[in-house]
């Protein structure tokens, strides 16, 4: 799939309140101030910071930012690791006084990284205006640094040998621990993945790998559970559907541990794909989910609820980007219209993954995997065709994808999907959740400060909207 070249660049870095944004959010630039910062807390200069990648931006204009980098470290001894540090920005003096605020600590960061383990949990970059947490340090998700510790992850594992088909009897052994860093969002939600090697007295050897997943709000249990249903309902019989295997639930770290099916994110290597052979593959999964009975799902958001997300993100975008102004307006307008009318429609209710993108999706050769279960509800299965349709829309703005080759691939997408199930996709109904999903991705661009889908928020985001809006109208 061809991809086109950016657009105009948006400048949101120009923050009087945070002077030193456009420095902390360019990788590039804090690989190389980074080292001065750590050297100083007590980072062995053997060490070197050989890159640095910042994956996550949250963004509050004139208030705060926090950026989650990823710094990659070389030793001369030819070791490599990565690590994972979150900064929150703030101005100048809100910054030393929130940090004179946190609970004083004295002990280390307890970090899996062997370089980073001897330095402070939390610090204040002064230059930056930037407080500094090493992982897996972080104020909402202390049990962090248990999911982590090798000694609490061999523990689990030898107390819950039969999940992995080994026997107890066989005295198995945890002999090492590692953990990969998958996901964070910090504060909310964490994705490792876990190496461990295992013996037996009599001499064999067990790799095992799986992942955790750990939550800040309370609720690890309550997704477990539901991941549990899922995978009970959805692996077995006609239309079964890979999702890797729940395995259980740690009390003590508010994690649950899940089964590794290994593939490759489908998001990162969609252009390679061939989507006349990908795209009916992509509509047999969401339909064989749609086509599922699964007892006892809460209902999914209506579209009143998706309705006043929107509203809310709209008014948002708006502020930021006045020049959509016009756009944004004409598109609440039709949303409202379109509303009261599609609720009186009588639409199926069925189970409904409830984030259904494209990020979803694992591919591996010709099998697909679908993942992240927490929004399983029982609802109008269109809303996640729509969202998926959106997902995709929004790589022409965040990868650059060629706007013909997406339209062409979500036709056959339809088509198949729409072949697969037996009630009628309603192109109004369609457009009217993507258009919805869209406005709240763009929103998200300006929060996340998505450089790429930034320079395209005038030109392809606006098309995309517009195309949208003419279907709604044309099917009403």
């Known amino acids: 799939m061809s991809t086109r070249s950016a657009g105009c660049q948006t400048d949101f870095f120009n923050d009087t309140s945070l002077p030193g944004l456009a420095t902390a959010v360019d990788g590039g630039r804090m690989a190389e101030i980074f080292p001065r910062h750590l ?68 002990e280390h960061n307890h970090s899996a990284c062997t370089c980073l383990s001897t330095l402070p949990a939390t610090s204040l970059w002064q230059d930056l205006n930037m407080i500094l947490w090493i992982f897996p340090h972080d104020p909402a998700m202390t049990m962090l640094a248990r999911v982590v510790a090798p000694e609490a992850v061999a523990q689990s594992v030898a107390a819950h040998l039969p999940w992995f ?77 890979n999702i890797p295997r729940p395995l259980f639930f740690l009390e003590e770290s508010d994690t649950y541990w899940q089964e590794e099916w290994p593939g490759q994110a489908l998001v990162e290597v969609f252009a390679e ?3 006349r052979e990908l795209m009916p593959r992509l ?56 509303k009261e009318n599609l609720e009186q429609q009588a639409a199926p209710a069925t189970p409904v993954h409830g984030a259904c993108r494209i990020e979803q999706f694992l591919i591996r050769g010709p099998e697909l995997a679908l993942i992240d279960f927490d929004a399983l509800a029982l609802g109008d299965p269109l809303a996640d065709v729509a969202e998926f349709i959106a997902s995709l829309r929004y790589l022409e703005l965040s990868r650059g994808f060629a706007s013909a080759d997406v339209t062409a691939a979500l036709t056959l997408f339809c088509e198949s999907y729409a072949a697969r199930t037996p009630w009628p996709c309603d192109r109004r109904r369609l457009a009217w959740y993507a258009l919805a999903f869209f406005i709240t991705k763009l929103y998200a661009a300006t929060k996340n400060c998505d450089r790429r889908a930034l320079q395209e928020l005038h030109t392809a985001g606006r098309e995309i909207c517009e195309g949208w809006l003419a279907m709604m109208e044309a099917h009403a």
């Open 165 to 241: 088909g080994l026997s107890p009897a066989a005295a198995w052994r945890v002999v090492a621990t590692s953990c990969d860093r998958i996901k964070l969002m910090p504060g909310k939600r964490c994705v490792l993945r876990h190496h461990v090697k295992l013996v037996a007295p009599a001499g064999p050897t067990r790799d095992l790998t799986f992942y955790s997943k750990t939550y800040g709000d309370g609720k690890t249990r309550s997704r477990f559970a539901a991941l549990t249903t899922a995978y009970e309902h959805l692996t077995s019989g006609t239309g079964a559907i």
């Open 39 to 106: 050297f100083a807390l007590g980072l062995n200069p053997d060490w070197r910071v050989s890159r640095c990648a910042v994956e996550k931006i949250y963004y509050r204009p004139h208030k705060r930012c926090g950026i989650l980098y990823r710094l990659h470290f070389h030793h001369p001894a030819q070791t490599e690791t990565n690590e994972w540090l979150y900064g929150e920005m703030l101005p100048k003096d809100d910054a030393l006084k929130h940090f004179k605020k946190l609970p004083a600590r004295s």
């Open 273 to 275: 794909q061939d989507w």
């Open 283 to 338: 509509a047999g999964v969401i339909a064989a989910l749609h086509q599922k009975r699964i007892n006892g799902l809460s209902p999914a958001p209506a579209l009143d609820g998706i309705y006043r997300e929107v509203t809310q993100d709209a008014a948002k975008l708006t502020k930021l980007l006045p020049p959509l102004a016009g756009l944004l307006a004409a598109a609440m307008a039709r949303l409202h219209a379109h």
